[in-house]
T-cell receptor, first 109, second 114 residues
């Protein structure tokens, strides 16, 4: 079983749609959590950190459920420019940063 | 915007050649990393460094080696390239904050070994 699991998608949604991605992690000792965005043939870029209290950055909302070892990302009012692969990332301390394989999103006009 | 640079961006080379992938960062980060990523797959850590003269192997076994003689520079070397080394290599550095290590990546080197 992979340490970080994501639905690979792809998710095909129209502009303006709300889309939610989920991620589960296996190590209960995990300490910090992030969502990264990766465009095709580009490097990953940090999108946002994820907290148990939930956090919002514009149209993006991230949530962590430690009891269920579950992380989510909600994108509201999808834009064409949101098309990318979204990586769930978990750090269990020090250098132990684990990347999920990513969920692909296609937003269409 | 993060300041971490990788060269070359693309490299096509024959089997048996020695290659060095360059990575430099201007942010003064102590921690640096090399990841390997195949298309559609997750990133795998192959090397990391705590600081100058510190290097460790990551989770994914790799025939490459690294060095860290200066804080800003973390090159990766393959003594004898093989087709199985064909992949994208991503260099990163990080700063630790209250909410964990945030990684900043270079643009990557796409390596093709013929």
């Amino acid at each position: 079983r992979k340490e970080v699991e994501q639905d690979p998608g792809p998710f095909n949604v129209p502009e303006g749609a709300t889309v939610a991605f989920n991620c589960t992690y296996s190590n209960s000792a995990s300490q910090s959590f992030f969502w990264y965005r990766q465009d095709c043939r580009k490097e990953p870029k940090l999108l946002m950190s994820v907290y148990s209290s939930g956090n919002e950055d514009g149209r993006f909302t991230a949530q962590l459920n430690r009891a269920s070892q579950y992380i989510s990302l909600l994108i509201r009012d999808s834009k064409l420019s949101d098309s990318a692969t979204y990586l769930c990332v978990v750090n269990t301390g020090g250098f132990k940063t684990i990347f999920g394989a990513g969920t692909r999103l296609f937003v269409k006009a | 915007e993060a300041d971490i640079y990788q060269t070359p961006r693309y490299l096509v080379i024959g089997t048996g050649k020695k290659i060095t992938l360059e990575c430099s960062q201007t942010m003064g980060h102590d921690k640096m990393y090399w990841y390997q990523q195949d298309p559609g797959m997750e990133l795998h850590l192959i090397h990391y460094s705590y600081g100058v003269n510190s290097t460790e192997k990551g989770d994914l076994s790799s025939e490459s080696t690294v060095s860290r003689i200066r804080t800003e520079h973390f090159p990766l070397t393959l003594e004898s390239a093989r087709p199985s080394h064909t992949s994208q290599y991503l260099c990163a550095s990080s700063e630790g904050q209250g909410d964990g290590e945030k990684l900043f990546f270079g643009s990557g080197t796409q390596l093709s070994v013929l």
